[in-house]
Every structure is written in structure tokens, then in C-alpha cells.
């Protein structure tokens, strides 16, 4: 298939630059796969499509203020760091701007009493740098005093401090992602509360969101793509939860495409997730390929041309996607990050 397939236009003022007020007050869009059938509701009404015996899997990824400034020691100009993925205890791929001023060996500081510092120790995948840090005390009371959570690059506006919680989902709790899990941003912990009162049973997985999310596809057809790798895992007990969900014939509903991810990583082919403390995944989900573990997806609108819309196409098909997206776009749905979600079942 080729990456223009997954194309739709979309004004730029439907992308969403503030999240509402409210995180439940957001527009959900219903698709069912069986009938074709579009609804238009309030995300609180998600519960009117979730039942006793089902599993909502939630990413409990938490976002890191991985966006960082500051000066090249040997000559004073400015640079511009984004963490991307954990190498070590210190050690960080990064990205930098502007890559051509920083070399193996160079210093970056950061702060007014210079309380941190990189070293550029080499090259690592697609442009980034690996920098180790030095800095007294611990890294991530540093990181959080230094640091500005990374907006993604559609919303053209720095981020303030409201952005550090309300770009977080109200169950974020392991640190290591550069964006958020946005599908989980419209659960409140009232509605979750609501949930569970229902008979539906919460799983927790972990899926530490890459800078990858949001690289384009270059390739002409999809399946010349190399997809991005990023870190996950899933304790015993929530594995448990899913299987005994499966089990039992009730159904996985995967909130994100982070969660889908993680579960159809973990899954052996009848759908059974095995647990692990961490591992890697590049899986890359498209059209033509099987679902095993996820039987309904609670997610956002996404970007054309992305790996995600490409993920969730896999789950309905293409066609029924890209109509219910120009649906959207008519119905002023508002789009990305803090934008509407979507109920595929």
C-alpha cells in the first residue's frame, strides 16, 4: 500500500491547541465494525458501550519534561535538547537543534548555575545524539526544575505549567515518555471510579511514548517504513487481569494506540499476553495485519499519513476510517493531542 492511501485534508484550525476545561467533556465518535453504523456522543457516554466482563487496558506511561535549553560551553550558543529514549541511568539519545553545532566531545549547560550538563558522547538513531548528564542530587528532581513538557509540534504555542498535568493522564505514574498516551487524557478518575462500579475490570500496561510518534513516513509504500522501537512491560498481576478477561469472553478494549501496541507485542496468537519487566517493541501495524488480544480501541484522530492512522485502519479497514475522519472534519471535531476521541468496536 502506498502512504498517500492514508491522506485526508484537515483545515488547520480543527487541530486542537488547548485541551476543554473538562477532560470528559470532549466529543466521542462511535464506529461499530459490525453494522458500519457512526454515532456522535460525550466521552463520559463511553459507558453506555463498555460492560460488565469487559478489561480496559490503560497505559500508565508518564510524561517527562524532556524538552531542555541551554548554551554550548565553548562558544555560548543556544541549544535545544529533546530526550528521547533512556539509555542508562545518565545517558540519553537525544535530539538537538541545531544538530550542526554539536559534536562528539562538546559540552552542553543547562541552568543558571550550570546545575547540569551534557557531554556529547556519539551518534545514535535517525540525526539523534547520545549525551551523557552530570548534575548533583538526583536527575529527575533536576529534569522537573529544568525541563518543559515537549507539546507535540502541531500545537504551535510553548507549553505553560498548566501542560505538566493536564498533558499527563489522571493515572500517569511511570516516568519515561516524551508524549502523552492522549486517548487515556479523557478519563477522569470520577469516570474510571464509574468504570469499575460497572464490573469492568482496569489493566495497566506500560508503553514509554517515543519522538518516533510523530516523525512522518518518509517511504513511498508502507512497507518499506522502518518503525521506531520504544519500551514496554507488564507485571504479572495486570497480565493476569487480561487473560482471565479473555478467558472468561469478556473484551480487551485498548485505550490508545500505545495500549494496542503493547498488547499485541506481548500476545501469543490466541490472544494471551505474556508479562515482562521490559522489552522492546517495533512493531508496525497496518492494514492486513490480525488482531490477536485487542477487541475494541478507544483512541484519538490522528495525524494523515501516520503509523497510527495506519493502526487504527488495521482494526476496521481504510475506507470506513477515512470516511469517519472527513465525517469528523465536518462535524468540527477537534483533532491530535487535545483533541476528540473515538470508540472502535
Not at 49 to 56: A, F, K, P, Q
Not at 148 to 165: C, F, G, V
Not at 179 to 207: D, M, S, W
Request: hydrophobic share 35%; proline share 4%; with cysteine.
Amino acid at each position: 500500500m502506498r502512504i498517500d492511501e492514508f491522506d485526508y485534508d484537515l483545515p488547520e484550525e480543527r487541530i486542537a491547541q488547548k485541551p476543554l476545561p473538562e477532560r470528559d467533556h470532549s466529543r466521542l465518535m462511535i464506529l461499530n465494525k459490525n453494522t458500519g453504523i457512526i454515532e456522535h456522543r460525550n466521552f463520559a457516554d463511553i459507558l453506555d458501550y463498555i460492560y460488565e466482563g469487559d478489561c480496559l487496558v490503560l497505559n500508565n506511561s508518564r510524561v517527562i519534561p524532556a524538552r531542555l535549553y541551554g548554551i554550548k560551553a565553548s562558544t555560548g550558543a543556544r541549544i535545544e535538547f529533546l530526550l528521547t529514549r533512556r539509555k542508562s541511568i545518565d545517558t540519553w539519545e537525544t535530539l538537538v537543534r541545531p544538530g550542526k553545532r554539536l559534536k562528539k566531545g562538546d559540552t552542553v549547560i543547562f541552568g543558571e548555575n550550570d546545575e547540569l550538563r551534557a557531554e556529547i558522547m556519539g551518534y545514535g538513531d535517525e540525526g539523534t545524539r547520545v549525551v551523557k548528564f552530570s548534575y548533583d542530587g538526583i536527575f529527575e528532581e533536576v529534569l522537573d526544575r529544568l525541563g518543559h513538557i515537549p507539546l507535540p509540534p502541531y500545537i504551535r504555542r510553548e507549553s505553560d505549567q498548566s501542560d505538566k498535568e493536564r498533558y499527563q493522564t489522571v493515572y500517569s505514574k511511570e516516568e519515561g515518555s516524551v508524549a502523552a498516551p492522549t486517548a487515556g487524557l479523557h478519563f477522569t478518575e470520577p469516570l474510571l471510579e464509574r468504570v469499575k462500579e460497572k464490573g469492568v475490570k482496569l489493566a495497566y500496561v506500560t508503553l514509554h511514548v517515543g519522538i518516533g510518534t510523530f516523525r512522518p513516513v518518509k517511504s513511498k509504500y508502507i512497507s518499506e517504513h522502518h518503525m521506531h522501537s520504544e519500551n514496554y512491560s507488564i507485571d504479572d498481576k495486570n497480565a493476569k487481569i487480561i487473560n482471565d478477561t479473555k478467558l472468561h469472553g469478556g473484551r480487551i478494549i485498548a485505550v490508545g494506540t500505545t495500549s494496542a501496541r503493547t498488547l499485541e507485542s506481548a500476545s501469543d496468537e490466541k490472544g494471551m499476553v505474556k508479562s515482562t519487566n521490559m522489552a522492546t517493541t517495533n512493531l508496525f501495524i497496518y492494514p492486513g495485519y490480525k488482531y490477536k488480544a485487542v477487541d475494541a480501541v478507544i483512541t484519538n484522530f490522528h495525524l494523515p499519513k501516520s503509523t497510527l492512522l495506519m493502526l487504527v485502519s488495521a482494526f476496521y479497514n481504510r475506507e470506513a476510517i477515512l470516511k469517519a475522519y472527513n465525517e469528523a472534519v465536518a462535524l468540527n471535531y477537534r483533532f491530535f493531542s487535545y483533541g476528540d476521541a473515538m470508540f472502535i468496536y
